[in-house]
């Protein structure tokens, strides 16, 4: 507290000067009654005053001898009063703010921990991870060492946090943390970084194997289920690694690199990645997406196409499949291929889910509202298929725009199926019972058994496009195209060929049965706008008629 001490001596000083101030005053006074004392005797004695009459009063008087003697008196005292009250002075203020300090002390001390280290669990924070990191880069480069630096990140840990609730997903946390302290040993440091992303430090290795070593024994801690109440859940991480100095010699470069590290540990599933050089060129791209993604979701930068599924036999637009692209500003309008699995892997995948579901349904209801009959369908990623919300935003979203459960379709791949099977059939189970009907997407590509998709409320297949693009030519697919028509009827489905790029496709579909087409032969995916635009021009040149709302095309002669 250097500046306590400062102002206490200060305030010292100042009352020591007041207490000097009145010794000077006796002094003063006394020096005036010696001049009156002797002006006195000197009268009393020569009855008149002159100079020598004065020294002789000062010479011969032993009272005047004591009187001389005051003022030295007076100083001496004066001196000794002025340090014994400032002492005292100062001994009553440092017992009055003794308390204050304490006080002030417990509070800078919490201040200090609460901006280094986390609420929820104790550790250190990103603040002060990398305040040690950069001791430890100065450290190493002094004594020409190696430091290593790990990120890790919880792979779902999103989807956990979203179904059992974040106070769930903070008990995960802590216990996640508690581990991690087990096997990082000091003079390692194990950090919280936000999230469910934490650091490591190592700031003495003298080979790159002992990150690997460590890695090995993080998984293992991790590896036993973690126990919340009843539930016992599974949860892997994903870890990044940088070694100083190879991969930078700053803090912010080795954390950033880390990061970029663990992501493609992530991507790759691979559990633990070293970062190299050639890990950066997507990721600068990726990063930026990221945060722009969110951005647009807001902004509603987002774009819905729409493409039609036609039934082969009557020639009816049954339908629209919504398809979702991104209108950036500097790259233009991005497929859904480019962004949607980063979408899921960052938790955007939920807000786009509902903006998509949202604008599809408005879109419905404007079509319903001009006499239309036009299903609309919607495709979910495996992310959406884990949030239990879903059926609830789906009911809710249905009412707001005034459309029947039954216009709406949802489409899911065999692999968002295959991930939680059980808690798939529980969020699908519910939304089939709300009347909405669900489609198998991509049908073909996954390794899904048929034994098992059949006890899924599905009502249609959608066979993926790579079997159906070049059935022409192509004899396996269109054996494959073949097999799947009979094998959906068969479990009662109606069945969908994607991706038909000319007649001839479309006429062997016809001859197989397949109950609808969706393809570039009909129309491409397009806004909903052109869409309109596309219904007009048709029905003028006759290509198209529409009886009783529903758009049916002319079939070609
Ligand atoms: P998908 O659901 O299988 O959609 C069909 C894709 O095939 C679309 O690609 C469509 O443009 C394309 N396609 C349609 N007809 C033809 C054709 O005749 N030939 C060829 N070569 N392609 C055709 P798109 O729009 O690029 O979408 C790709 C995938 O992105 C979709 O596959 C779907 O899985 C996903 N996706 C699109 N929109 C969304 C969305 O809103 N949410 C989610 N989760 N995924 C979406
Ligand atoms: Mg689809
Ligand atoms: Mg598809």
């Given amino acids: ?58 010479t011969e008087s032993p009272t005047l001898w004591v009187l001389d003697a005051m003022p030295f008196i007076f100083a ?4 000794y009063v002025s340090s014994i009250i400032a002492y005292e002075a100062s001994a009553m203020v440092i017992d009055q703010t003794s308390d204050l300090r304490t006080q002030t002390t417990i509070m800078e001390q919490q201040a200090m921990r609460n901006a280094t280290y986390d609420a929820l669990t104790d550790l250190p924070n990103r603040i002060l ?54 096997v990082i040993q000091e003079p390692s440091s194990v950090a919280r970084l936000g999230g469910d992303e934490f650091a490591i430090l190592l700031p003495r290795i003298s ?11 993080i998984h293992k801690a991790l590896q036993s289920p973690f126990v919340l109440d009843t539930l ?53 791209h990726r990063l930026t997406l990221m945060g722009e993604l969110r951005h647009a979701i807001d902004k509603g930068h987002l774009v819905l196409h729409f493409q039609p599924k036609v039934n082969v036999k009557s020639n009816v637009v049954e339908g629209v499949e919504a398809l979702v692209r991104w209108q950036h500003e500097r790259h233009g309008l991005m497929q859904p291929d480019e962004f949607i699995p980063l979408a899921e892997r960052t938790g955007l995948i939920k807000p786009l889910t509902h903006w998509v579901l949202r604008e599809s349904l408005k879109q419905c209801a404007a079509w319903r509202q001009a006499g239309l009959n036009l299903c609309v369908a919607v495709n979910l990623s495996a992310q959406g298929l884990m949030d239990m919300e879903l059926p609830d935003t789906v009911a809710g979203l249905l009412a707001s725009n005034d459309v029947p459960a039954e216009r709406l379709i949802l489409e899911i791949t065999e692999s968002t199926i295959m991930m ?35 006890k899924m409320p599905v009502k249609e297949i959608k066979i993926d496009k790579s079997f159906v693009m070049d059935m022409e030519n192509n004899k396996s697919n269109s054996v494959i195209v073949h097999a799947t028509i009979e094998l959906g009827h068969n479990l009662g489905l109606s069945v969908v060929g994607e991706g038909v790029e000319n007649a001839e496709v479309l006429g062997i579909l016809d001859r197989l049965n397949c109950d609808s087409v969706q393809g570039f032969h009909l129309l491409r995916p397009i806004d909903g706008q052109a869409f309109d635009e596309w219904l007009s021009k048709a029905q003028e040149k006759g290509d198209l008629h529409i ?6 095309l002319t079939p070609a002669s």
């Fill in 1 to 58: 507290m250097p500046r306590t001490s400062q102002s206490l001596s200060s305030n010292a000083s100042l009352l020591k000067s007041k207490a000097s101030k009145h010794a000077i005053f006796g002094v003063v006074i006394a020096l005036v009654a010696i001049g009156i004392a002797t002006l006195g005797v000197a009268y009393m004695k020569d009855g008149g005053i002159s100079f020598d009459a004065v020294v002789r009063a000062q």
């Fill in 76 to 79: 001496l005292w004066g001196q």
């Fill in 129 to 182: 991870l990398r305040d040690r990191l950069e001791q430890a880069i100065q450290s190493a480069s002094k004594k020409n060492r190696r430091l290593a630096v790990m990120i890790m990140d919880l792979d779902r840990f999103k989807e956990i946090n979203d179904t059992l609730g974040h106070y769930n997903g903070d008990r995960l946390l802590k216990q996640v943390a508690t581990r991690l302290q087990s």
């Fill in 207 to 217: 080979e790159v194997k002992e990150v690997g070593t460590i890695v090995s024994k």
């Fill in 232 to 284: 016992k859940l599974e949860v892997q991480a994903s870890i990044g690694a940088v070694i100083f100095p190879e991969h930078g010699t700053d803090a912010d470069t080795l954390l950033q690199r880390a990061d970029v590290a663990m992501y493609v540990a992530k991507e790759k599933q691979s559990g633990f990645v070293v970062y190299s050089s050639k890990h950066d060129e997507h990721s600068p």
């Fill in 420 to 454: 939680d099977k059980d808690r798939a059939l529980q969020i699908l189970t519910r939304i089939a019972d709300m009347g909405v009907r669900l489609s198998i997407d991509d049908f073909g590509t996954g390794y899904s058994s048929l034994a098992y998709l059949s």
């Fill in 547 to 552: 009886k009783d709302g529903n758009i049916c």
